[in-house]
């Protein structure tokens, strides 16, 4: 076979020419002269047309022997054709040779609903099913959009360690490991130590696997994701808005211009997507509380929920309903800053003028994503630092470098993390985000 090996994706540049594609048969139908193969190649479907007067005999003998997933070489000239099946579709292969290299044993996932349970199962054999192909490749677009913007911006990228000594979201979420005899724990975040970066680079981003042991079984938490957390200097909590929202909707627009292909294979309604340009309102916690208890008083229902919205105390944090009635009253995503000091984690930014408030914020996606962005303007003062590691009792010894850091040139700084798995569900239009990573890790599953 000489004819040029080409991607299904570039098609679209060899029409009339004859090319060779490597891929797996994703289907097969066909009748007396013809046999139809879907063929698949990671980047794309094509439809590969048979014709037994066009392939040797051998040839259009292996065309009906192929079963789905046998892995293929196909030769044939490229034809443009508007109604050709495929993704991106439109065109299709006229068939002049065809080379079978592994005959798949018959295949555990037909073109038929099964359960999830199974499908997770088989998540190893699962993830060529095109819609878990689309996922994936939105969430590449996501990772790369995400680079590109900090690369752009003037963030540098200084990774953090996954092996910490310390909890820095909580104590009730981490994983414990042995480090040669002395407890550790696998990173929650790495801001505390770009926090110490940001002093020798101004702005940098980290971006890698976190860990958590949620207790919770829900649509939105997984025990192993993905964060990127950039951090900056000079930086207060209304810049930080400024930032993110430049930032998130940078990600959502080039999601949108590049992968409309597989946006179409979610069948995701993009409406709502394509108003994602900045500026995103913003509005305080005490705001919120009252548009959530008000609500609650007309008995007002949460979109998507069977119930009405629950009524809420002041200083309570929010629940899923709440995050999606309040979202739900925007056009855009929503920033919901100034929470209650208790609910947040003990490095915020306690208001000048009224300490039970801190100077975070929240990032609310649209359509019941609920929260994709966590963050907040920093304790830039060491005294109030160590009374809130006191007040949270947590240990000393393992923070004193990171208390150092407001003894040597101390200055505002801020800083948020983004999720890499919830905005890969928000911009799919998942409804949970054990489909938005490869070999996602549960509660109660870690296999494969
Ligand atoms: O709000 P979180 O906990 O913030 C932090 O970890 C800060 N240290 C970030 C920073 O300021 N540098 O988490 C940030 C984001 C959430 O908004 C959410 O998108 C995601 O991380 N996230 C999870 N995603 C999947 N599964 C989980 N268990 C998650 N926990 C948080
Ligand atoms: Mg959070």
């Not at 991106?88 to 609903?113: F, H, M, N, T």
């Not at 995701?268 to 108003?275: P, S």
């Not at 548009?291 to 979109?303: H, S």
């Amino acid at each position: 076979m000489q004819a040029p090996i080409v991607t299904i994706r570039a098609l679209h540049e060899h029409v009339d020419q004859e090319v060779t594609i490597q891929g797996w048969c994703y289907a097969k139908t066909g009748k007396g002269k013809l046999v139809f193969l879907q063929v698949r190649d990671g980047t794309g479907v094509c439809q590969a047309v048979v014709f037994r007067g066009n392939v040797a005999e051998e040839d259009f003998d292996i065309a009906k022997a192929v079963t789905q997933e046998s892995s293929l070489i196909v030769r044939g000239i490229v034809k443009a054709d508007p109604r050709a099946p495929g993704i991106p579709g439109g065109y299709e292969i006229d068939v002049r040779g065809l080379e079978a290299l592994g005959i798949s044993d018959p295949y555990p996932i037909q073109p038929k609903e099964h359960g999830v349970e199974f499908l997770m199962q088989n998540r190893h054999l699962w993830l060529r099913s095109s819609r878990q192909w689309a996922v994936m490749r939105v969430r590449a677009t996501i990772v790369r959009s995400i680079r590109d913007w900090l690369d752009n911006h003037g963030f540098l990228n200084v990774d953090t360690p996954i092996i910490t000594p310390a909890a820095a979201e909580g104590t009730t979420t981490l994983f414990e490991i042995d480090y040669h005899g002395e407890p550790a724990y696998l990173a929650q975040t790495g801001q505390l130590y770009n926090e110490a970066n940001i002093f020798a680079f101004g702005k940098v981003y980290c971006f890698g696997p976190t860990f958590r042991a949620e207790k919770s079984k829900t649509r939105r938490h997984l025990q192993e994701f993905w964060m990127v957390e950039p951090e900056i200097a000079f930086c207060d909590l209304d810049q930080l808005m400024e930032i993110e929202e430049q930032f998130v909707s940078y990600i959502v627009q080039r999601c949108l211009t590049e992968c409309a292909p597989e946006l179409k294979v979610l069948e995701r309604d993009t409406t709502a997507l394509q108003r994602v340009i900045a500026p995103f309102p913003r509005i305080h916690y005490d705001d919120a509380v009252e548009m959530i208890n008000a609500a609650a008083a007309r008995g007002e229902l949460v979109p998507g929920y069977p119930d009405p919205v629950p009524a809420i105390e002041w200083g309570d944090d929010f629940g899923s309903p709440h995050e999606t009635y309040i979202a739900a009253q925007f056009d855009k995503p929503v920033f919901v800053h100034h929470y209650p000091t208790q609910v947040k984690a003990f490095y915020m930014e306690p208001e000048a003028n009224r300490p039970e408030v801190c100077r975070s914020v929240d990032l609310l996606a649209p359509e019941g994503y609920g929260e994709i962005t966590g963050g907040s303007e920093r304790m830039s003062d060491a005294s109030k630092l160590l009374a809130a590691i006191e007040r949270h009792h947590l240990p000393l010894e393992p923070y004193q470098w990171y208390v150092d850091l407001r003894r040597y040139g101390s200055v505002v700084h801020s800083g948020f993390g983004l999720g890499v798995e919830r905005t890969v569900a928000w911009i799919c239009g998942l409804d949970h985000v054990r489909e938005t990573i490869a070999f996602p890790r549960m509660l109660t599953t870690m296999r494969p």
